[in-house]
């Protein structure tokens, strides 16, 4: 495997947040209490982190039952007792996608394991942790994949099973209706072990999240990964005083956030979420669907409010307090509270993310200081393109790079058409750009000594007539475009595995498809590859 760094500033749609947070800029201080870069301080981090000794316990009794439940590893066992007796936790986590989700899953535990491992060499006793989020209830974001077909062309898997709407994922019981879409992936996948994996996990009465926890048992055993399901009732209840607090101090919370907000605004940063007056970090159920909260007025008499207005149900702060108490399963974090509860779960030394979870931190401080004490930092996660031998082999045949795929299909086609006009017509077109040039730049200085102020009408004219070239230049790729139906098919086959739907290739395409094709011998070397203070976008070509 060879590898090559892109930064962030070349990848499209980068935020200016996030890119400041990777140069660790003055202006991202206020929002992250340290830098991206781990070893420079995850043992003054450790030396500072405290965690209650009976929570420690309970929580590592729940993760023990939830992991031996899957089929854990020896190493994931030994990495529970670790945990129970003082180990801090790397911390990642991904909603339970179809069949693992993107490869960018991969990556994140892949992560988690690399910063354990360097904080035990450290000195400081950490385990990797995978929270799978289980009470999310966006069933459209999880209950499909994508995989490529023998052409290259990405195949969307999807189950049909369901709770009702808007029920949290855990919910979500599969029924018989996976057999054929397991069968479907078999075919795509062709014959090994993750394929058997994926035969071995989603069966008719798993759930979604279960499905996923059993085939990253599977995939990570050799790595120890702790696998943590966030729906378990055992775990609600631990959380109640959050839950509660959230609740209670709904106003003094709502306040800190929208400082923030406005700060992070400021800065010239965005908000990854809105926050309004009436936001209330919980969820609640209601006949089933997961039902966010909301609040009117302040303080002891708030009145809170679940549900839209024709079902709305109204009800005091005591009361709702009473139902976390006597219930505390019925309820669930937001994307706002939900690392806190986290890190109220577990001895949490780092969070390690992407972009999006890297926005979300700049935010969650407020509830951070606020309900916990301290900021939990979090760290970039390892990212990534692979390259297949037969996409390198395009690339060198049309002198392009990875990058170049970026640009989006339609530019992409455009160029390839470009590289592959006719040499006579590509070498008249040079010609007749050079020589225009030179012609045109003594043109101007000659200009220059007989009348300086037909300088810029020069310079005019000197515009139109490279703007007319080019566009001359264009039509002539286009034609070759619609000419060459080949070209048209290498630019559809590079979009596809490099930068499918315009968006990068560890978020389109299922890690099971690069599981499948390359063996655990992949997890290996990519995770020889991960080098935690190097924050680039990888290259790799496999």
């Given amino acids: ?64 039952r939830q992991n031996e439940s899957w089929g854990a590893s020896s190493l994931t066992l030994s990495n529970l007792e670790r945990l129970r007796n003082g180990a801090c936790a790397v911390v990642t986590g991904q909603q339970v996608g179809l069949f693992g989700g993107p490869m960018f899953a991969v990556y994140k535990a892949l992560t988690a394991v690399k910063l354990a491992e360097e904080a035990t060499a450290a000195g400081v006793d950490a385990v990797p942790v995978f929270w799978l989020a289980t009470s999310d209830h966006d069933l459209a974001e999880v209950n499909h994949v994508s995989i490529p077909g023998p052409d290259g062309v990405l195949q969307t898997l999807s189950t049909s099973s369901h709770d009702v709407a808007g029920a949290p ?8 209706e996976i057999l054929p879409v397991v069968d479907q992936a078999a075919t795509l996948l062709g014959d090994s072990a993750a394929t058997q994996f994926l035969r071995e996990s989603y069966r008719p009465g798993e759930t979604l999240g279960t499905a996923f926890a059993r085939l990253c048992t599977r995939v990570f055993a050799q790595y120890g990964v702790i696998l943590l399901d966030a729906s378990d009732p055992d775990l609600h209840r631990l959380a109640r005083p959050i839950y509660r607090a959230a609740i209670e101090r709904a106003d003094e919370l709502e306040a800190a956030l929208l400082d923030r907000g406005q700060a992070l605004e400021a800065a010239g940063y965005h908000q990854q979420v809105k926050v309004t007056s009436s936001s209330v970090l ?133 160029q390839l058409a470009a590289r592959n006009l006719p040499r006579d017509l590509q070498a008249a077109f040079d010609t007749a750009k050079l020589s225009m040039e030179k012609s045109l730049t003594a043109i101007r200085e000659k200009l220059a000594k007989l009348d300086p102020t037909l300088v810029d009408a020069a310079q005019t004219a000197t515009s139109k007539m490279q703007h007319q070239l080019e566009r001359l230049y264009t039509q002539a790729t286009r034609a070759e475009l619609r000419q060459g139906e080949l070209i048209g098919r290498h630019a559809e086959t590079l979009s ?45 070509e496999l």
């Fill in 169 to 176: 994922v855990s919910a979500v019981r599969l029924s018989e």
């Fill in 496 to 540: 596809q595995s490099l930068y499918p739907d315009k968006g990068l290739q560890e978020r389109g395409i299922g890690g099971i498809y690069f599981l499948a094709r390359y063996g655990s011998e992949l997890l290996g070397q990519i995770y020889s590859t991960i080098q935690t203070d190097c924050h680039d976008h990888q290259i790799l």
């Fill in 282 to 414: 919980l969820f609640t159920l209601q006949n089933g669907a997961r039902t966010p909260i909301h609040r009117r007025g302040n303080g002891a008499v708030a009145e809170f409010v679940i549900g839209g207005e024709a079902e709305a149900e109204k009800i005091s702060q005591a009361e709702l307090v009473a139902r976390i108490a006597s219930a505390p399963e019925q309820f669930s974090p937001n994307v706002l509270l939900r690392p806190v509860v986290q890190d109220y779960l577990l001895p949490t030394l780092a969070y390690t993310g992407g972009a999006a979870e890297t926005a979300y931190f700049a935010q969650v401080g407020a509830v951070y200081e606020a309900l916990v004490g301290r900021n939990t930092p979090i760290v970039p996660r390892f990212s990534a393109t692979l390259v297949e031998p037969k996409i390198q082999r395009l690339l060198e045949r049309h002198g392009i790079t990875v990058p170049d795929v970026f640009s989006g299909p339609d530019a992409l086609r455009q």
């Fill in 1 to 64: 495997m060879k590898a090559h760094c892109l930064p962030f500033g070349q990848i499209p749609y980068s935020t200016r947040l996030f890119l400041d947070f990777l140069a660790y800029s003055p202006k991202v201080h206020p929002f992250y209490p340290r830098a991206p870069y781990f070893k420079d301080w995850l043992r003054e981090e450790a030396t500072a982190l405290r965690h209650d000794s009976s929570r420690r316990e309970r929580v590592s009794g729940i993760l023990k």
